[in-house]
């Protein structure tokens, strides 16, 4: 650190000694890796100057900015701990042992990158998980050193992907800011922090988000190479790639004020914008693994700062992945439903690695509550129950319950047969999942992110109005001989990281990293996320996260202030003539029951509740996001928000 003039390297006891002094205390930040090589160094050696500290990394309302808080919590800072990675990477190796030497150097690339990197610069051939797991600097993750060092070099192209990135070893560090003072940096850390406009970059993501894994035939010969995931070729041909929307715009929170990015020197002047290193995805399943197993699986972050993650992890979900809206209309004895759905994201959705699903919940009850039409339906181990067959084709229209709109890549072999196993994986033998806006047939590179399946003959699907590129689908619903009228529907858009079908596989293989898995898997919360939902009574719409656009004009639910809120928030709402029982209700995000905040008969007017992040026994919740709900009788309006605590 720099005082009066002198300079004194900040040790983690200086640091702790510091912290003491000034009253604050960071939980775990012990727990970090401090070793270094000759090109990486541990996440601990960069939180010492970039955590929160008297003014520095904290925004204008005091909120903690540090870097390593907001990472360490992350898929990227768990990428080598993950545990249904390694016990996938056990199982392909056990289907292709004579490969192991090839699997493994592959698949730490990316999820084990210091370490592998580290073991090539020195002369290795490559890299194995053994390796690893004896290197506390390589369990690190995508960490600090690893991302910053990044050049830029080929990026944005095949020489780049799948792994490709390019570490140099002359210890440059760079970030998005011109106007920076190295020395401090240089002689604390020996990097020397420079500006990088490609660390801003889509491109630079791109180096470990496209990926191709080779495939072999029966005869086990590498035979070829397959698109496991594309999502920086979705994004391109989408129409984010030309609005200066790139993968940090989303996955990295933007804090439009001036940031003190460093606690040492004190002199250091401020930046802006700030980025979190929040790396916002959709897996809210393994984080939460990794949350509930921190001894077994060695994490750093503490229970509340996963909390934080998944929380941000859900919001991201519900707010910005997808729009579902519904139509109905009757014919003869015939209820059709209009299921129309949007993706926002700029990437498809689902996108990544092919284990993840969507799908439509469409349920159908009388008045009584007797269900006469349920489509989707699952338990609460994310499994779709009356599906008619192993593989669910893609549907323009569904008339039967065993018919399922399920959104999904699913990988073939070179005999077109189902697989789960990656380097089996030769082809896609259905690729739905909702494209973005703008993605169209004759984009370059087409071929590697197509739709593949029924889904590239339906004319309503990524099509509206005959012009391709929409980014929507619509679905159409056919439920016949239906004799009551007064029916209540519910639609839902469902979001699953991991098949059940791909864990059985997986669970069907007999290694250590599996048995180790295992465990937790079965203790793991597998129900699905409910992205979207939408009701229809007597004709009424009302979609989650929005007011009813057919309610009556004089009764509205208003969106919560503050939100996200920590402590206490305000619920404004109003009841217009006729509707004076009202109740306005808190559900989780699974849709179970929280509290009831009013149950009562009220005069026309306009009303505030307010909700301090208790249950009906008075006991606090957990972090995470939650719909409050505003009955008056047939018409029912959500809103959505997010409690931090």
Excluded at 235 to 248: A, L, P
Excluded at 257 to 270: D, F, H, L, Q, Y
Excluded at 434 to 457: H, Q
Aim: glycine residues 6%; proline residues 4%.
């Amino acid at each position: 650190m720099w005082h009066f003039g002198i300079q004194a390297k900040i040790t983690p006891s200086l640091f702790s000694i510091l912290l003491a002094m000034s009253g604050i205390v960071l939980a775990q930040s012990t727990g970090l890796p401090t070793s270094e090589s000759s090109l990486f160094s541990g996440s601990a050696n960069c939180a010492w100057c970039h955590s929160s500290l008297s003014n520095a990394l904290t925004d204008s309302k005091g909120n903690d900015l540090s870097i390593d808080t907001d990472w360490r919590s992350t898929m990227m800072a768990n990428s080598g701990k993950d545990p249904l990675w390694l016990a996938k990477v056990e199982s392909e190796v056990l289907e292709n042992p004579a490969l192991q030497a090839v699997i493994e150097d592959k698949c730490t690339t990316c999820h084990i990158p210091m370490g592998r990197t580290q073991a090539v610069y020195e002369g290795a051939s490559g890299y194995t998980l053994a390796a690893a797991s004896a290197d506390e600097l390589a369990m690190d993750g995508v960490s600090c050193t690893l991302c910053h060092q990044i050049q830029d070099e080929n990026l944005g192209t095949d020489d780049s992907y799948s792994g490709k990135y390019v570490i140099a070893d002359s210890r440059q560090i760079f970030g998005p800011y011109k106007n920076i003072s190295p020395m401090p940096m240089f002689n604390q850390t020996g990097y020397t922090p420079q500006f990088g406009e490609h660390i801003g970059s889509s491109e630079m993501c791109a180096t470990c988000h496209t990926l191709f894994t080779p495939f072999i035939d029966d005869e086990g010969q590498i035979a070829g190479t397959f698109p496991e995931q594309t999502p920086f070729l979705e994004w391109e041909n989408s129409i984010f790639s030309t609005q200066d929307k790139e993968c940090q715009s989303c996955h990295m929170q933007r804090i439009d004020e001036a940031v003190t990015i460093s606690n040492s020197p004190p002199w250091v002047g401020t930046q802006s914008p700030f980025w979190r290193h929040t790396f916002v995805g959709a897996n809210t399943f393994v984080q939460g693994i990794l949350r509930d197993n921190p001894n077994d699986i060695f994490v750093t972050a503490t229970t509340a700062q996963f909390d934080s993650t998944i929380a941000r992890t859900q919001s991201m979900l519900l707010e910005q992945t997808a729009k579902l809206t519904v139509e109905s209309a009757w014919e003869d004895e015939t209820l059709l439903l209009t299921v129309s759905l949007e993706n926002l994201t700029g990437h498809k959705f689902p996108t990544g690695i092919p284990i993840r699903r969507a799908w439509l919940h469409v349920q159908v009850q009388t008045e009584n509550g007797e269900t006469v039409f349920e489509s989707g339906e699952y338990d609460t181990n994310g499994r779709i129950l009356n599906l008619s067959s192993d593989f669910e084709a893609h549907h323009g229209v569904i008339n039967s319950a065993n018919q399922v709109q399920i959104y999904e890549a699913v990988m073939a072999d070179v005999n077109d047969e189902i697989t789960y196993t990656l380097l089996r994986a030769a082809k896609y033998k259905k690729d739905n999942r909702l494209p973005p806006k703008g993605f169209v047939s004759t984009a370059e590179r087409y071929d590697d992110m197509a739709i593949v399946g029924e889904a590239a003959k339906d004319p309503s699907f990524n099509y509206n109005d005959g012009k391709e590129g929409s980014g929507t689908d619509t679905v159409r619903y056919e439920i016949r001989d239906l004799s009551e009228k007064e029916l209540k529907v519910e639609v839902e858009l469902v979001y699953q990281t991991v098949k059940p079908a791909f864990i059985d596989d997986l669970l069907s293989h007999e290694s250590a990293a599996v048995d180790r898995f295992t465990a937790p898997y079965e203790n793991a919360n597998k129900m699905p996320v409910v992205i979207q939902s939408a009701e229809l009574e007597h004709g009424e719409s009302t979609r989650v996260g929005e007011t009813a656009n057919k309610a009556p004009e004089n009764f509205a639910l208003q969106q919560n202030y503050p939100n996200p809120f920590n402590g206490e928030t305000i619920i404004p709402f109003s009841v217009g003539e006729g509707m004076n029982y009202v109740e306005l209700q808190i559900f989780d995000i699974a849709g179970q029951f929280v509290k009831t905040l009013i149950k009562n008969e009220l005069n026309p007017g306009e009303y505030t509740a307010k909700w301090n992040g208790s249950n009906e026994r008075g006991e606090s919740v957990s972090t995470g996001v939650y719909i409050y709900t505003l009955r008056s009788e047939n018409i029912i309006l959500n809103r959505k928000f997010l409690y931090l605590k």
